[in-house]
């Protein structure tokens, strides 16, 4: 029963990947439009002298890219590092600093986007990570 209810689970978490790359998620980060779009971050209408990065967008890796989907859809909230670890590796991790590592390398993708949009990424001390920031279109 355990293995149908997992591959139930693994197929359902595949359709909703497949349709998250559809969708576009607009969060407002400061005076910042994030926008995620698939797997690519980016910072549509900078000014001139904008970094290039944020024009063109960066393409997240599959464990950042489920971090960033999890706190975005957790807005403001905290999410905790074993919860965290659950939807990366199916099982917590406690000790590891492995977590730590993807959300080190999404604030710093978050900061080629615009520099001090990687602050927004919060650490809340034994609660986890949040990122702080409001809905838009």
Same mark, same amino acid.
């Given at each position: ?5 997992? +591959?139930? &689970? ?7 990947? *497949?349709? !998250? ?5 607009? !969060? ?9 779009? $698939? ?13 290039? %990065?944020?024009?063109? #967008?960066?393409?997240?890796? /599959?464990? /950042?890219?489920? &971090?960033?989907? &999890?706190?975005?859809?957790? !807005? ?8 965290? %670890?659950? %939807?990366?590796?199916? *099982?917590?991790? +406690? $000790? ?8 080190? +390398? @999404? ?9 001090? @949009?990687? +602050?927004?990424?919060?650490?809340? *001390?034994?609660? #986890? ?9």
């Amino acid at each position: 029963n355990f293995v149908t209810m997992r +591959s139930r &689970i693994d197929h359902l978490e595949e359709l909703e990947a *497949r349709a !998250l790359r559809f969708l576009k998620v607009r !969060l407002l980060l400061g005076r910042s439009i994030l926008e995620f779009s $698939g797997r690519r971050l980016s910072v549509p209408g900078l000014p001139e002298g904008a970094p290039p %990065a944020a024009s063109l #967008g960066v393409e997240l890796t /599959e464990c /950042e890219y489920r &971090i960033a989907r &999890i706190l975005a859809l957790n !807005l403001n909230h905290p999410v905790p590092r074993d919860a965290l %670890a659950l %939807a990366l590796w199916g *099982r917590p991790r +406690s $000790g590891s600093r492995a977590v730590d590592v993807h959300v080190s +390398s @999404l604030r710093h993708r978050l900061d080629l986007l615009e520099p001090g @949009l990687g +602050s927004f990424l919060v650490c809340s *001390r034994r609660e #986890g990570y949040r990122l702080v920031g409001e809905y838009c279109g």
